[in-house]
Structures are given as structure tokens and as C-alpha cells.
């Protein structure tokens, strides 16, 4: 059976985020996130972001986007590490001088946010805004980080997500 426009839409655009994970441009967490705090990393000395349901961060050139994208994702990462069937779990290690690392585990589950490094700059206005539509169809979380804003840019988002967060770095 021939799928229809809108089902054809969604198995490109699924299968253009598997595409994204792959290039590591692209993640699935399962939780949502309500503030990110870095303190010195990459070139942030201190930064707290706060996130709602649809986030555009964006900025500049060098201004830390893909920096947020691998801090969210170091510690995604750590979080598949959880005992089966245990709710939470810990990593901890001292260091012969004694200084000590640790990690909080906690239980995960179902896809509940995408992060998204720089995607779609290339799709045409149309096709972008088909692209914004289907992350919205999701229903999840959803952090786009992308380039400087342009005013049809602008437009396109508040059509799509008139509930959208801007977050802008630098
Ligand atoms: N460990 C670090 N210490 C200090 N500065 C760093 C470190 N890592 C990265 N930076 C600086 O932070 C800048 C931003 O890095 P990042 O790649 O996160 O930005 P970006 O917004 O993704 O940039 P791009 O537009 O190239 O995608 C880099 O130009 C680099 O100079
Ligand atoms: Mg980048």
C-alpha cells in the first residue's frame, strides 16, 4: 500500500534523526531536562540553562552549541549503564592523590527529549518547516541547536511553535 504524503514525511524524517545519531548530531534521552549547569567547561566558565517543552538555542559561531549537545550527552551516556530492573545507581572513583569522581545513575526508559546540533540548516523553507512540524508531532521534548536566527527563520518557528523558548548564547 502507498503511504500517504504525511506518513512518507515522517519515515524520511525518522529516518534522516537515525541518520543525525549516527553523525552524533543527534540524541534521544530519555528524560527531559529542566536546567543544565556547567562550570568551567568548553568556554563557559559558569552557565545555566533553563529548558521548557521546545528550545531553540542558538549563536554564533564557536559561541558552545555542540559543547551543550556533548555535556548533555556524557551524562546521558553514563545513564545506560543502570542494573536492570534497579531504579538508581552509582559510580564512584578515588584517585591515588585522593581526589574522587562520581556519578549518579537513574532508572531510564522511553524517548522523552531530542537534542539536535545544527540540523536542518540545509533543508529549503518549506521543508524545514515540515521538519519543525514532525519534531512537534512527537510530543516530546525537543532542543534545537542551531546558527544565528534570520528573521524568515524567525518567522517559520513561531508559526510552528508560537509556545517556543529562544535561548540565546554568547
Ligand atoms: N576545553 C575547552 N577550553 C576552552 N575553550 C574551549 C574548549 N573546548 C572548546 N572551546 C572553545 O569553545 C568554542 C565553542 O565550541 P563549540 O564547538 O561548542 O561551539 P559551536 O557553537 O558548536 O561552534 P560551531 O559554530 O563551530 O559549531 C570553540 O571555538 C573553542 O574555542
Ligand atoms: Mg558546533
Same mark, same amino acid.
Not at 504525511?6 to 537515525?18: A, Q, S
Not at 513561531?158 to 529562544?166: G, L, Q, V, Y
Given at each position: 500500500?502507498?503511504?500517504?504524503?504525511?506518513?512518507?514525511?515522517?519515515?524520511?524524517?525518522?529516518?534522516?534523526?537515525?541518520?543525525?545519531?549516527?553523525?552524533?548530531?543527534?540524541m534521544?534521552?530519555?528524560?527531559?531536562?529542566?536546567?543544565?549547569?556547567?562550570?568551567?567547561?568548553?568556554?563557559?566558565?559558569?552557565?545555566n540553562?533553563?529548558?521548557?517543552?521546545?528550545?531553540?538555542?542558538?549563536?554564533?559561531?564557536?559561541?558552545?552549541?555542540?559543547?551543550?549537545?556533548?555535556?548533555?550527552?556524557?551524562?546521558?551516556?553514563?545513564?545506560?549503564?543502570?542494573?536492570?530492573?534497579?531504579? #538508581? $545507581?552509582? +559510580?564512584?572513583? /578515588?584517585?591515588? =592523590?585522593?581526589?574522587?569522581?562520581? !556519578?549518579?545513575?537513574?532508572?531510564?526508559?522511553?524517548?522523552?527529549?531530542?537534542?539536535?546540533?545544527?540540523?536542518?540548516?540545509?533543508?529549503?523553507?518549506?521543508?524545514?518547516?515540515?521538519?519543525?512540524?514532525?519534531l512537534?508531532?512527537?510530543?516530546?521534548q525537543?532542543?534545537?541547536?542551531r546558527?544565528?536566527?534570520?528573521?524568515?527563520? #524567525? $518567522?517559520? +518557528?513561531?508559526? /510552528?511553535?508560537? =509556545?517556543?523558548?529562544?535561548?540565546? !548564547?554568547?
Open positions: 500500500m502507498a503511504l500517504s504524503t504525511g506518513e512518507l514525511i515522517c519515515v524520511d524524517f525518522n529516518r534522516y534523526l537515525k541518520e543525525l545519531e549516527k553523525q552524533g548530531r543527534c534521544f534521552l530519555p528524560f527531559e531536562i529542566q536546567e543544565l549547569t556547567l562550570r568551567n567547561i568548553g568556554r563557559f566558565n559558569e552557565k540553562i533553563d529548558f521548557d517543552t521546545f528550545n531553540i538555542v542558538f549563536g554564533n559561531i564557536g559561541s558552545g552549541r555542540t559543547t551543550l549537545l556533548k555535556s548533555i550527552g556524557c551524562i546521558s551516556d553514563s545513564q545506560k549503564l543502570l542494573k536492570s530492573g534497579q531504579r #538508581d $545507581g552509582e +559510580i564512584g572513583l /578515588t584517585m591515588t =592523590d585522593g581526589r574522587r569522581l562520581h !556519578l549518579d545513575i537513574c532508572e531510564a526508559g522511553e524517548v522523552k527529549c531530542i537534542v539536535l546540533d545544527d540540523v536542518g540548516e540545509r533543508l529549503d523553507q518549506e521543508r524545514y518547516g515540515e521538519f519543525l512540524r514532525y512537534r508531532a512527537l510530543d516530546v525537543v532542543i534545537l541547536l546558527g544565528n536566527m534570520n528573521d524568515e527563520l #524567525d $518567522g517559520l +518557528i513561531n508559526r /510552528t511553535f508560537p =509556545d517556543c523558548t529562544f535561548i540565546q !548564547l554568547n
